[in-house]
């Protein structure tokens, strides 16, 4: 069971004032709306029990199938786990059975640039669960694997492969998603909480638009 909280708030940004808080219209009630321009991004909280198979958390799973494409020109998961999701999946432990079991980064190397509409990004949240899973895979944990660069690149190549209009689904412990600077907007954060001293789990959903 969970519970979904939405908060009916929205916060104005001009270059020049400090954040103002207004009412939303009837209309606009499901969410934050947080307005730049013409940017809207909606904010909501949910209550789950915690899951090392993080789309097994429902209101998770219920976010990734309001995203997913009915029809897709590709969708890809670099960090698959168990997940059967995507068309095109990837886990570098062989224990998952991917139809590929590659390092993340070489994986998304070797697709073609705008190869897809769709991508999940459910990496390890930290450099302490990096070497955690190359250790359990008796490879080799340097500075290349813990530091962040290594999310960094992957976020370059996720840009590469997803075509302007795609959508990026990014799972962790922050909502910095792919990111402005690699081309993307933020349209939707769920912040899934759980309870005692757990971190949340945040969804962060991108579009690419340049």
Known sequence: MFV?????????VTPDC???????????????TLRQKDYTMEVSRAWAMPNKHTFDIKPIGGLIQKYLPSKSLSSVDPF?????????CNDI???????????????????KSSHTDFLLFDPPYSPRQVSE????????VNMQTTQSSFW??????????????????????????IGKSNGFEIVEVLLVAHGGWHNDTIVTVEKKVS
């Open 18 to 32: 400090p954040v103002v808080r207004a009412p939303l219209h009837e209309d606009e009630r499901r969410g934050y």
């Open 93 to 111: 432990d062989p224990q998952y059975q991917c139809e590929n079991q590659m390092d993340a980064l070489e994986f998304l190397k070797g697709l």
């Open 133 to 140: 899973v190359y250790k359990s895979l008796d490879m080799t």
């Open 152 to 177: 960094g690149n992957l976020k370059k190549e996720i840009s590469r492969v997803v075509i302007k209009g795609g959508t990026v689904m990014s799972f962790g412990w922050n909502s910095g998603g």
């Open 4 to 12: 979904d909280v939405r908060l009916s708030m929205s916060w104005t």
């Open 80 to 88: 698959a786990n168990k997940n059967r999701i995507a068309d095109i």
